[in-house]
């Protein structure tokens, strides 16, 4: 099992810029990538960025590309997600997720891939 806690929502105003931080606890070793995904009221869940612990390869959804960045922290099993230049659209709950094993054949960018989820942050872009 994977434990996800999620940081750093809140109101912002367009332009400006915020850091979510989730930070994994339980059985991490056994995970390889974690992900950033949102949910906006009446939409699906869709996929911002994700990150593989080991060699740190990101992948973003285009609508974020050039405005959010992923990192992760190997030591303090966390990762980040730095989001500048905020539209009133990116505005969403923020989920973290981890993968297992048993299903690291699915793409990064795929939601089935990822078991373990945070109980989300809100992010609220004001125009």
């Known amino acids: 099992q994977v434990q996800l806690v999620e940081s750093g929502g809140g109101l912002v105003q367009a332009g400006g810029s915020l850091r979510l931080t989730c930070a994994a606890s339980?059985?991490?070793?056994?995970?390889?990538?974690m992900a950033w995904f949102r949910q906006s009221p009446g939409k699906e869940r869709e996929l911002v960025a994700s990150?593989?612990?080991?060699?740190?390869?990101?992948h973003y959804a285009d609508s974020v590309k050039g405005r959010f960045t992923i990192s992760r922290d190997v030591a303090k099993n966390t990762v980040y997600l730095q989001m500048n230049s905020l539209k009133p659209e990116d505005t969403a709950v923020y989920y973290c997720?981890?993968?297992?094993?048993?299903?690291?054949?699915?793409?990064?960018?795929?939601?089935?891939?990822?078991?373990?989820w945070g109980q989300g942050t809100q992010v609220t872009v004001s125009s």
């Open positions: 997720a981890a993968d297992w094993p048993v299903y690291s054949d699915i793409c990064t960018f795929s939601r089935a891939r990822y078991v373990f």
């Open positions: 339980g059985q991490t070793a056994s995970t390889s990538a």
């Open positions: 990150v593989f612990w080991g060699s740190g390869t990101t």
